[in-house]
């Protein structure tokens, strides 16, 4: 069979011409194919250099014509422009063309103004599309290869028709967003509208429904070992604040002006989590203070991997597990609400029974010290075999949440997550905690019925005191930079 390729500008009389033979040919051929591209001719050159480029060859007019020796948009071979076509038909089949010049033309005319209108309804018909506006921060994160694909699902997001994914690292590589973007479209996922990448804010959480922040590259996991190195690390500290400064309160007034202000926004990772989203908070002030949380899921899932193993149970068996305080620093696992189902103890029940983790577990001193530190190690542990941050555990967590704002958890199940703690058991307003929450209607609120005793009431308190200092640090970093700033007008007007 001959399967030819005729491509021209949609105004071009020669294309015209050639398209009108290559119709005389398929309907008189019973094994003659055309494939037919009409480009509008703004768009014609850029269309054939890169045409050209990607097949090595060298053509300048309109119309282009090759063979394809395969299926379509398999390896072809080039015929050349208007005459080596006609001459080709002429040689091969007999059949040539005396078209005259003013059909040509009017011909020409009739398949741009075909072509214009066909764009027109094309415009329109992605008008009326409302993408759902989805952007990921660090994009190239290993995180982000296990988000996306799930992502994309109507579980998560079962009220979305069209999904817009927009793909944002400032410390990336083009060339790897690109990659991403086109291993996200192959996934062929009927929700997906379309992907765009970006390595700068210029664009960034334009008309944003939902923000994932993956940022997480200021973790240092050096220890110091003598006031030296102990003086080091406190300026390492600082220069770290200081860019997380810069950058969250960058992002939360880019958010606060370019954002819906229904927007969701999570923030991850191992390293000031619950300071990031206090600087968003600070300046996204026109959005409700409800919409930003910190993910504390990650936690939840190592904490409930610890008892599942002393239990000798799987780790979705256990529930309701919750983490108080600072995600970064001083938490506190609390099992006063866990469960455990299908235990393999004394009292059995179907599968839909459950127990008290804390009726079973009698060892108080083990949960009190050796468990907190078993969970500060579990994320550790997975990082150093890994060579790199929990990117699945991650992943996870987030859909976890996305899934429970957007109802598909039942009301009564019990999540952490780092929120503002305004009024929430004389906490301090301006801070940002891990709290016990669940989620009804599309909404969080904090789950108030829990006991708060002395001995937790004072780590919140310590947590409380370790992000203000955190809060402070940034403030101060932040003073400094300005000064500087002004020093450096100030000399730069002198001269």
Request: one cysteine or more; a negative charge; glycine letters at 4%.
């Amino acid at each position: 069979m001959a399967k030819f390729v005729l491509a021209g500008r949609t105004d071009c009389p020669h294309y015209a011409k050639a398209e009108l033979l290559a119709e005389r040919l398929q309907r008189s051929l019973p094994n003659f194919r055309i494939h037919k591209i009409s480009i509008l001719p703004d768009e014609w050159k850029e269309w054939l250099d890169a045409t050209c480029k990607r097949n090595g060859w060298k053509h300048e007019q309109s119309p282009l014509v090759w063979r394809e020796l395969v299926a379509q948009g398999g390896k072809g071979m080039l015929l050349g422009g208007f005459s080596d076509f006609l001459e080709h038909c002429q040689d091969y089949y007999g059949i040539t063309s005396d078209m005259p010049t003013d059909m040509m033309l009017s011909v020409a005319a009739e398949n741009l103004e075909t072509k214009m209108r066909l764009v027109v309804e094309e415009q329109h018909r992605v008008s009326l599309i409302k993408p759902f506006h989805i952007w990921i921060s660090s994009a190239l994160s290993p995180s982000c290869c296990f988000l996306i694909p799930n992502l994309l699902s109507a579980e998560v997001f079962p009220h979305v028709s069209a999904i817009s994914l927009h793909l944002l690292d400032q410390e990336g590589s083009e060339e790897g967003l690109q990659q991403l973007k086109m291993e996200t479209e192959d996934l062929a996922i009927h929700l997906l509208h379309q992907v765009t990448i970006h390595t700068d804010l210029e664009k960034a959480f334009q008309e944003a429904d939902v923000i994932l922040l993956l940022d997480d590259r200021w973790t240092d996991d050096s220890d110091a070992e003598n006031e030296e190195e102990e003086e080091e690390e406190e300026e390492e500290k600082k220069r770290k604040v200081q860019a997380i400064c810069d950058r969250y309160r960058e992002y939360g007034k880019l958010m606060d002006t370019r954002a819906n202000k229904e927007v969701k926004v999570i923030v991850s990772g191992d390293s000031f989590a619950n300071l990031r989203c206090s600087l968003l908070l600070d300046n996204a002030r026109s959005i409700a203070s409800h919409q930003f949380v910190t993910m504390a899921t990650q936690l939840e899932n190592e904490a409930r991997a610890v008892i599942a193993k002393k239990l000798r149970v799987q780790t979705s068996d256990v529930t309701d597990v919750i983490v108080w305080g600072n995600i970064s620093g001083s938490f506190y696992i609390d099992l006063q609400r866990a469960k455990v189902f299908n235990y393999d103890g004394a009292i059995k029940g179907p599968a839909s029974f459950s127990q008290p983790v804390l009726k079973i577990l009698q060892e108080r001193k083990w949960m009190g010290t050796d468990f907190q530190d078993l969970v500060r190690c579990q994320r550790a542990a997975v990082t150093s075999k890994a060579c790199r941050a929990a990117a699945m555990s991650v992943a996870n967590g987030i859909l976890t949440i996305i899934k429970a704002w957007s109802g598909f958890y039942s009301p009564d199940e019990v999540f952490s997550m780092g929120v503002l703690c305004s009024g929430y058991h004389n906490l301090p307003d301006d801070i940002v905690l891990s709290l016990p929450v669940t989620f009804r209607g599309g909404k969080w609120s904090l789950l108030f019925d829990v006991t708060l005793t002395d001995e937790l009431t004072e780590r919140l308190q310590l947590s409380a005191r370790e992000l203000r200092q955190e809060k402070e640090l940034g403030s101060e970093s932040c003073t400094v930079t300005s000064k500087d700033a002004d020093q450096n007008a100030q000399k730069t007007q002198s001269r």
